[in-house]
């Protein structure tokens, strides 16, 4: 039977399925899919792995757990520590203190096979989480899934092949193990997306399903040649139309995955007995050349976009194709030069165990802690700490400041709170409401206040457009909840201040909805306030730089040698927001409502820039820091900017 023999189909399989994912990783907006290549490895991995185990089990009567942990050892291990060592070396000579710290933890939870641990519990995934794409090692969770699958699954395999004698049984209790898994998978798309992307019970249900294919082969599986040829054709058509069609929005890797996961298994299944029209596809030597390389490919073209991201910030297609090639390059050399010399030498267990494994965890450790002791005690000569005295200043979110009362989740009682007035033990007379887009306003409001002399509440809620007419029913589900009790709280309390100054993320919202649908429900929200308080101030949405990066400041005294230049490379010279004319020509028709925007501060002569006075101002693409917001407000002050004329009227 062919598949116990090489099948050249599968390592085009594991080409299609990493050229997705760097397709992916490089334009997102091409193959909105390609993530699910990662998928279609843990079918291929599954499938496999089941097979050998199987052939052992039943072959010898025994699990020969050793010989199997050895040849997992002798496959991954060498690739891996090649790319950590050059990881590490170009941290090194580009990451900040803390992001090299960062890195090196990353590095050791990686070499105990937890990486997906390590992320699941240390990334931040809120509102102002920084940009996953600038974590190095973050593709290695995938491995972390594949080696914790290793552990467990032969157990799993014994139990079965030696207790259960009858076939229909066995593929019952592994039927049940993959059904498990995906509803378990499914309910954490739902419940917590990122426990469901990392972790392994939420991923065994993929490697067990190429386990199934393992189990059918190995009862030797008869399928008659004309419905192979249509399997082979459908199976490669689900997982390539799954490429383009799903998204990151679909439930991944719940049923949103199923369409990849079962064309994958459709396409090792249709060449079991003969290879069909797929499976010569398949074979090419392109997509076979490419699949023998696909593991070190997979390690190495993710750090390389890493490391673009980190100094560059946005990653043109041309740079990208550029990194891309450079991994192309990097993964021949280890496969060549790393993978196979190490699989092909014949050793005892013992001293692959130790020459592989031990030996190079120990030093890599070693390394690893040792550099994060020297950052965390300023050891001198390896980076100069002095340039980084001078770089402290906080630029922390509005969320971080105890007088902001932002939420995710709102709570009422931020309307009787003393934190959130200013200045504090003052009459308010004045309410910031909206979204974080209002929040990250609340520095220069406050310079405003003490300029102006008014007293301000502040009461926020996160991805929550200000609409009193009603429940917004597009508001994502992470902060519906939050957002039905801002608006029910507001539609009771808002009336109670003389003025209210309204923020938000206008050009999300403007296209979140039904079309049309923000603009006039917005529209009537405003009118309505504008015949019941004194005052309605609409902020506009700020300039966005897509390239931004808060950090950049201590970045380039690193990787200034690459020639990342803070100010010039973020500047844009895009036009204003399309929505924030359409605020201005609803403030305009009413004689009470006023529009304000900050964009004459940052914007000079075409180009836009989130400095000021050589300061950045910005905490992430779109965002003021509260620092920022305050120095924005001290230079519109100090520039005697004519709309400032809109806050006299506040004064008390």
Request: aromatic share 14%; charged share 15%; glycine share 8%.
């Amino acid at each position: 039977m062919r598949s116990l023999n090489y099948r050249p189909d599968i390592d085009g399989m594991r080409a299609i399925a990493v050229l997705g994912v760097i397709a992916f990783h490089v334009r997102p907006d091409l193959v909105t899919g390609g993530f699910l290549g990662v998928d279609i490895f843990f079918v291929i991995s599954g499938y496999l792995i089941s097979l050998i185990l199987a052939r052992d089990i039943t072959g010898t009567g025994r699990l020969h757990l050793l010989e199997f942990y050895k040849r997992r050892i002798k496959r991954i291990f060498p690739a891996l520590l090649f790319i950590l060592a050059g990881t590490l070396l170009a941290g090194f000579m580009v990451l900040t203190p803390d992001d090299l710290a960062t890195l090196c933890t990353s590095a050791a939870w990686s070499l105990f096979s937890a990486a997906n641990i390590y992320f699941y519990s240390s990334i931040d995934t809120g509102y102002f989480a920084p940009d996953s794409r600038e974590i190095p090692l973050l593709n290695l969770w995938s491995l972390g899934v594949e080696e914790q699958f290793y552990f467990l699954w032969p157990f799993f395999m014994l139990l079965v092949l030696r207790l259960i004698k009858r076939k229909r049984w066995i593929m019952v209790m592994v039927g049940f193990v993959f059904l498990s898994s995906l509803v378990l998978a499914q309910v954490s798309c739902v419940r917590c997306q990122s426990f469901a992307y990392y972790m392994l019970p939420t991923r065994v249900w993929e490697l067990m399903a190429g386990g199934i294919c393992a189990l059918l082969v190995h009862h030797e599986i008869r399928i008659p040649r004309r419905f192979a040829e249509v399997m082979g054709v459908v199976g490669l058509g689900m997982v390539m139309l799954s490429m383009f069609m799903v998204s990151r929005s679909d439930h991944i890797p719940g049923v949103g995955a199923l369409p990849a996961v079962m064309g994958a298994c459709m396409l090792i299944l249709s060449s079991v007995s003969s290879v069909t029209a797929a499976g010569r596809i398949l074979s090419t030597r392109a997509l076979v050349a490419v699949g023998l390389i696909s593991y070190s490919l997979y390690l190495w073209h993710w750090p390389l976009l890493s490391f673009l991201h980190y100094v560059f910030g946005e990653v043109t297609w041309k740079a990208g194709a550029a990194a891309c090639m450079l991994a192309f390059v990097m993964a021949t050399v280890s496969y060549f030069l790393v993978e196979q010399p190490f699989r092909r030498r014949n050793l005892s267990t013992g001293r692959v165990f130790v020459l592989y494994f031990f030996i190079p965890l120990s030093l890599a450790l070693a390394l690893c802690y040792g550099l994060i002791y020297a950052i965390n005690h300023k050891l001198p000569g390896l980076y100069d700490w002095e340039k980084y005295k001078g770089l402290e200043a906080e630029m922390l979110p509005a969320y971080m400041y105890s007088y902001n009362c932002q939420y995710d989740t709102f709570d009422p009682a931020a309307f009787g709170q003393d934190r959130c007035v200013y200045p504090l033990h003052t009459r308010p007379t004045v309410l910031l409401a909206g979204d974080s887009n209002a929040a990250h306003y609340l520095g220069m409001l406050m310079v405003f206040a003490d300029h102006f002399g008014f007293s301000m509440r502040n009461a926020t809620q996160d991805s929550c457009p200000l609409l009193l007419d009603g429940p917004v029913p597009w508001v994502c589900a992470e902060y519906r909840k939050g957002c039905n009790i801002y608006l029910s709280s507001l539609r009771k309390e808002i009336w109670k201040y003389d003025t209210v100054i309204i923020g938000g993320s206008w050009n999300d919202l403007d296209v979140s909805g039904p079309k049309g649908e923000f603009r006039r429900r917005f529209s009537s929200t405003v009118r309505d306030l504008a015949g019941r308080v004194r005052h309605v101030i609409i902020l506009g949405k700020v300039p966005v730089f897509p390239n931004y990066n808060k950090d950049c400041g201590r970045r380039v005294i690193r990787a200034g040698w690459l020639g990342l230049d803070c100010r010039e490379h973020v500047r844009n010279n895009l036009p204003d927001h399309a929505v924030n004319q359409f605020m201005r020509e609803l403030a305009a028709g009413l004689d009470n409502v006023d529009y304000f925007d900050i964009r004459e501060l940052l914007c000079h002569q075409g180009y836009c820039s989130p400095y000021v006075d050589n300061m950045p101002v910005y905490y992430n693409t779109d965002h003021l820091s509260i620092e920022g917001s305050r120095l924005v407000g001290q230079a519109m002050i100090k520039s005697n900017f004519p709309s400032l004329k809109i806050f006299e009227k506040l004064a008390q």
